[in-house]
């Protein structure tokens, strides 16, 4: 039976060691598409400033290095992201996305909207950790309530053992049979609103 296409997407994870959505798309056999959606705005208040916007650029540059050494490439477009990520989803009949958890509540919120959209599309989802050595959910009191005295959450974390090894970048990531349109690092502009600010103003110079 012919596996359908995963849209794999990318977020502040971008490597292809140790990268469990990344990886198990690739391990399904069928066609993955890499997937990073610009979209400052769905941010709010944890909008990448300057410096992050730098770092962000020349990350996604990286790591697209890395995917063509894999046979795959990255694909850039520009959100809000729900609505693109169904959008991508229908143009190159992916069936499934995967992605790694965020943990602020603003990426949580984001990513539930996502799912919302996605579900609603009949696009299924799967959520990936390797944020950290555990599983941060997992690290609760016997009620489930969060711990608030370090000691006890420090007995909690000896008794989980040893952390799961990382996992091995994919041999290789199947291509789709045909590449969907992708905007390039210039198109997205990252650092186009600092280049037009003075680096300082009349007023500072005195």
């Known amino acids: 039976m ?3 296409p995963t849209l ?4 502040r994870d971008l ?11 690739a391990a399904r056999g069928g066609p993955v598409i890499p997937v990073y959606v610009w979209a400052p705005e769905d941010e709010g208040d944890w909008s990448p400033g300057s410096a992050a916007k730098w770092w962000l650029e020349r990350s996604l540059s990286a790591f697209d290095c890395s995917l063509r050494n894999l046979d795959s490439k990255l694909v850039l477009r520009r959100g809000p992201t729900a609505k693109t990520l169904c959008s991508l989803a229908k143009e190159t ?10 943990c602020e509540p ?3 919120e984001l990513e539930r909207q996502v799912q919302k959209a996605l579900t609603e599309n009949g696009v299924a ?4 950790d390797s944020s950290g050595l555990f599983d941060i959910g997992g690290i609760a009191q016997d009620d ?3 711990y608030k005295v ?7 974390l000896q008794s989980l053992g040893n952390p799961i090894l990382p996992l091995q970048s994919p041999d290789g990531i199947r291509p789709p049979d045909v590449w969907p349109t992708s905007l390039t690092l210039e198109d997205l502009e990252f650092c186009k609103e600092e280049q037009a600010r003075p680096l300082f103003s009349a007023k500072t110079a005195i």
């Open 15 to 25: 490597r292809v060691t140790d990268h469990p959505a990344l990886y198990t798309a």
């Open 144 to 146: 489930g309530s969060p």
């Open 8 to 11: 794999v997407w990318l977020r």
């Open 93 to 102: 009949g992916a069936t499934s996305v995967f992605w790694q958890m965020g």
């Open 150 to 156: 370090f000691a006890a959450y420090w007995r909690k």
């Open 106 to 108: 603003k990426s949580l």
């Open 125 to 128: 989802t799967e959520t990936f």
């Open 2 to 4: 012919e596996v359908k």
